[in-house]
């Protein structure tokens, strides 16, 4: 199992850039993917971002060209750098860890941070 704590979030104006960070303790990032998931209210949690090992990436449609997921093994950290942000990219965002390869499915991640609430104003 790993710990997983996300900061970073707040409150910013439509068209604005965010960088919201997931610290890691208790396991290598050797063997392990990592994820980004929201979850709006109203709706199911969803996919944004992940992150395997050797740096392969994987967006959901709705982000793709504006998000950017990246990752510091030497910091034990994950990063997910927002760009031109929009109203209903308000959600709660989590970092998710899994101990096999990148998935986009919310069922397949082990391991989930307390998540960083996001609001993007109009």
């Known amino acids: 199992q790993v710990q997983l704590a996300e900061s970073g979030g707040g409150l910013v104006q439509v068209g604005d850039s965010l960088r919201v960070s997931c610290a890691v303790s208790?396991?290598?990032?050797?063997?392990?993917?990592m994820a980004w998931f929201r979850q709006a209210p109203g709706k199911e949690r969803e996919f944004v971002a992940a992150?395997?090992?050797?740096?392969?990436?994987y967006y959901a449609d709705s982000v793709k060209g504006r998000f950017s997921i990246s990752r510091d093994n030497a910091l034990d950290k994950v990063y997910l750098q927002m760009n031109s942000l929009k109203p209903e990219d308000t959600a709660v965002y989590y970092c998710?860890?899994?101990?096999?390869?990148?998935?986009?499915?919310?069922?397949?991640?082990?391991?989930w941070g307390q998540g960083t609430q996001v609001t993007v104003s109009s």
């Open positions: 998710a860890a899994r101990s096999f390869l990148a998935t986009m499915s919310v069922t397949d991640y082990d391991d």
């Open positions: 992150i395997d090992w050797v740096r392969s990436t």
């Open positions: 208790g396991r290598t990032f050797r063997t392990s993917a």
